[in-house]
């Protein structure tokens, strides 16, 4: 079974600088997607970032970019000039394969942000 | 555009009552529909998924059971709450292929006394 791991169960940055969230995983799959959700107080789960395992190319989204490693089953998320508005739960996933066309998202324990102003 | 509507926000019930939650998704068709549960200060886990009216797959046996009465509606139910099942139920829909991404409503918190 596929598992997600999330190392830092706290991290905090200084206003304007970057911080690097890390995640590992663990699948016998070569083809699979990854993502990263955002969970600020609201608890709305927001798509932040996905990448395909095929590409080697790296996932950016604005301020958001991602460093992923698939022979070493690692997936950083990387947020440049940190914005109070990032502060939440970030949660890594893996999108596992089930019947039909359906898929099963597999979630770390996440990672809280504290952005410092 | 698509929008994922859950209902009610925050529920309190007590040990061996019933439950309903819904979701509903507007401007698509035949979704992939998904329940998940977060437990406090944990990742989500899912519950149950659906490919189609009337199709229901159950990830984790449980107190709880879907069903799908219409193409865009998706329905948590429980016959008797346990206090276990108190927590942060999240419903998701997708598109119809592995590929695409699941985006998620706002939630239900439920709190079983």
């Known amino acids: 079974a596929q598992t997600v791991t999330q190392s830092q169960p706290e991290m905090s940055v200084q206003e304007a600088e970057t911080v690097t969230l890390s995640c590992t995983y663990d699948?016998?799959?070569?083809?699979?997607?990854l993502f990263w959700y955002k969970q600020p107080p609201s608890r709305q789960m927001i798509l932040v970032i996905r990448?395909?395992?095929?590409?080697?190319q790296n996932a950016t989204e604005n301020r958001f970019s991602v460093n992923f490693q698939k022979a070493a089953k690692s997936f950083s998320l990387k947020i440049s000039d940190s914005q109070l508005g990032d502060a939440a739960m970030y949660f890594c996933a893996y999108a596992a394969r089930v019947i039909q066309g359906a898929q099963k998202l597999v979630f770390g324990q996440g990672t809280r942000l504290t952005i410092n102003p | 555009s698509q929008t994922i509507h859950q209902w009610p926000a925050t529920l309190v019930q007590p040990v061996g009552s019933p439950l309903s939650l819904e979701c509903t998704v507007e401007?698509?068709?035949?979704?992939?529909l998904y329940w998940y549960r977060q437990a406090a200060g944990r990742g989500l886990q899912l519950l149950f998924y659906?490919?189609?009216?009337?199709?229901i797959s159950s990830e984790v046996p449980q107190n709880l059971s879907a069903s799908r009465p219409q193409d865009r509606q998706f329905i948590l139910s429980s016959k008797k709450l346990l206090l276990s099942d108190s927590g942060f139920y999240l419903c998701?829909?997708?598109?119809?292929?592995?590929?695409?991404?699941?985006?998620f409503g706002p939630g239900t918190r439920l709190t079983v006394l």
């Open positions: 990448q395909e395992a095929y590409k080697q």
């Open positions: 659906s490919v189609g009216i009337g199709q």
């Open positions: 401007g698509t068709s035949n979704p992939n």
């Open positions: 699948t016998s799959e070569s083809d699979y997607y």
């Open positions: 998701a829909w997708s598109w119809g292929r592995y590929t695409d991404t699941q985006y």
